[in-house]
């Protein structure tokens, strides 16, 4: 149980486009997902907070504009990377709570994504 | 500002030995801690959750938790060269968010 589905997996694209990545908790329902970025050989870093039916809370530092997080359903949120750069060129992955259980977070497969 | 610290490692052990695996965390309000298993450029794994003090098995591992010292560990038995890795460390004060520690990296030698 508790799997949380990330899609696409590997984006390769130009500077200037938009991205977006797609988050779906399968097998429950999350109040709760979050959005994180991996730099090589560094930890997770926290972007987001993403609330079923309520506007996102970011980390400080993190531009909201430029990351756009849309949490429409218990079992999906979405992450857009707009106009990305490269930048912006990281390892991006979503993870979720599950609603009968406050935690642990259960983490999605993660996206590579590389800005040309 | 709460911190989670981890020695980054290599960690190396021989295959069958036991790796020890700590984590210190700042936070005296802290109520829940987790131990991930990170392979290079996969997602991370859930291992283990342990809430109170004391110690919690699942199979060839144990988790620690002394909320008085601050620390929680992780000990892996008979380790395997499949369980070489980053291993991060995850700590909640009540809240939803983790933090996270920069992980020990281990290497399992065959």
């Known amino acids: 149980g508790a799997v949380v589905s990330q899609h696409p997996s590997w984006v390769i694209c130009k500077s200037g486009t938009s991205v977006k990545i797609e988050c779906r908790s399968l097998?429950?329902?999350?109040?709760?997902m979050f959005w994180y970025r991996q730099f090589p050989k560094q930890s997770l870093m926290l972007m987001a907070t993403s609330n079923e039916g309520s506007k996102a809370t970011y980390e400080q530092g993190v531009e909201k504009d430029k990351f756009l997080i849309n949490h429409a359903s218990l079992t999906l949120s979405t992450l857009t990377v707009t106009s990305a750069h490269p930048e912006d060129s990281s390892f991006y992955i979503c993870?979720?709570?599950?609603?009968?259980?406050?935690?642990?977070?259960?983490f999605g497969d993660g996206t590579r994504l590389s800005i040309l | 500002q709460k911190e989670v610290e981890q020695n980054s490692g290599p960690l190396s052990v021989p295959e069958g030995a036991i790796a020890s695996l700590n984590c210190t965390y700042s936070d005296r309000g802290s109520q829940s801690f987790f131990w991930y298993r990170q392979y290079s450029g996969k997602s991370p794994e859930l291992i283990m959750s342990?809430?109170?003090?004391g110690d919690k098995e699942d199979g060839r591992f144990t988790a620690q938790l002394n909320k008085a010292s601050q620390y929680v560990s992780l000990l892996i038995r008979d380790s395997q060269p499949s369980d070489s890795a980053t291993y991060l460390c995850a700590v909640t004060g009540g809240t939803y968010k983790y933090i996270f520690g920069t992980g020990t990296r281990l290497k399992v030698l065959a």
């Open positions: 097998d429950f329902q999350a109040t709760t």
């Open positions: 342990i809430y109170s003090n």
């Open positions: 993870s979720a709570n599950d609603r009968l259980e406050d935690q642990p977070q259960h």
